[in-house]
Nanobody
């Protein structure tokens, strides 16, 4: 069994910062891509940022220049540093990872989410 557990969400004022963390645990052979998604009330879940095992990153246009994704492969952690937060960043943020449980078998794993609210 593989688990992803997010932390770091909360209430922040516009212009503020938060750092989300996601820890992977369980029967893990290796981890390929990791990413952060978000779902705002009444909207579909959207990709925020991804990072490969080699460190290549991608971002949705709306967060470029404000958010930074990073990972610690040895500790099986992925982070999302969020700066200059806007009310429209308010959402539940979910961690996602492609986890190999053996040389050839992999799982798509999701965390339960952590809420981020940007409001004055």
């Amino acid at each position: 069994q593989v688990r992803l557990v997010e932390s770091g969400g909360g209430l922040v004022q516009p212009g503020g910062s938060l750092r989300l963390s996601c820890a992977a645990s369980g029967n893990i052979f290796s981890i390929n891509a990791m990413g952060w998604y978000r779902q705002a009330p009444g909207k579909q879940r959207e990709l925020v940022a991804t990072i490969t095992s080699g460190g290549t990153t991608k971002y949705v246009d709306s967060v470029k220049g404000r958010f930074t994704i990073s990972r610690d492969n040895a500790k099986k952690l992925v982070y999302l540093q969020m700066n200059s937060l806007k009310p429209e960043d308010t959402a539940i943020y979910y961690c996602n990872a492609t986890v190999y449980v053996s040389y050839s078998q992999y799982l798509e794993v999701w965390g339960r989410g952590t809420p981020v609210t940007v409001s004055s």
